[in-house]
T-cell receptor
Framework: SQQGEEDPQALSIQEGENATMNCSYK?????LQWYRQNSGRGLVHLIL?????REKHSGRLRVTLDTSKKSSSLLITASRAADTASYFC????????????FGKGTRLHILP | NAGVTQTPKFQVLKTGQSMTLQCAQD?????MSWYRQDPGMGLRLIHY???????DQGEVPNGYNVSRSTTEDFPLRLLSAAPSQTSVYFC?????????FGSGTRLTVV
């Protein structure tokens, strides 16, 4: 069974706007990660947020984590055409190993 | 650094054939894993390894074998290929700040 679920499944916005994607998960976690996948390519790690962190920034990316609601959000500000991709959240299951489970992803399309 | 290297990039198999997908990493990561990605399904974990000599099953292990004789290599074996194994396969290794993925192997079983 999948641990994380992204919402929405697909999102289209105008270039320059902000894009927000959400992830909900089921069990306690040690950390949550966000990845990007361009069409036909492998996944690229974007950001990792630990369970004791509430917010993390990396360039135009802002990730929040609410462990009480078992949810996370990824905000991409000032979107660009190159941000068109699928975005996945991935969570561990609170175990000591590094095994992570991915959600089905959000397909983001930036319109010119 | 090469990161995670997967070979081959493309493969076509006939039903019943066997093959090995290769994965190698040069980052001295202990943790490695194999995923398959199908349309609309996201990534599903097949097998993973927390270090040399140690492997474990993920979400969808049936029809696949793995071994981890060295830290660097984590091959995935298809024992008797089936059309349901047509997919894109990704190998990944895990460092302190997240996973590094290979570029994938697109496998078609006819």
């Amino acid at each position: 069974s999948q641990q994380g679920e992204e919402d929405p499944q697909a999102l289209s916005i105008q270039e320059g706007e902000n894009a927000t994607m959400n992830c909900s998960y089921k069990t306690s976690i040690n950390n949550l990660q966000w990845y990007r996948q361009n069409s036909g390519r492998g996944l690229v790690h974007l950001i990792l947020i630990r369970s004791n962190e509430r917010e993390k920034h990396s360039g135009r990316l802002r990730v929040t984590l609410d462990t009480s609601k078992k949810s996370s959000s990824l905000l991409i500000t000032a979107s660009r055409a190159a941000d068109t991709a699928s975005y996945f959240c991935a969570t561990d299951e609170g175990n000591r190993d590094d095994k992570i489970i991915f959600g089905k992803g959000t397909r983001l399309h930036i319109l010119p | 650094n090469a990161g995670v290297t997967q070979t081959p990039k493309f493969q076509v198999l006939k039903t019943g054939q066997s093959m090995t997908l290769q994965c190698a990493q040069d980052m001295n990561h202990e943790y490695m894993s194999w995923y398959r990605q199908d349309p609309g399904m996201g990534l599903r974990l097949i097998h993973y390894s927390v270090g040399a000599g140690i492997t474990d099953q993920g979400e969808v292990p049936n029809g696949y074998n793995v071994s981890r004789s060295t830290t660097e290599d984590f091959p995935l074996r298809l024992l008797s290929a089936a059309p349901s194994q047509t997919s894109v396969y990704f190998c990944a290794s895990s460092g302190f700040e997240g996973y590094t993925f290979g570029s994938g192997t697109r496998l078609t079983v006819v």
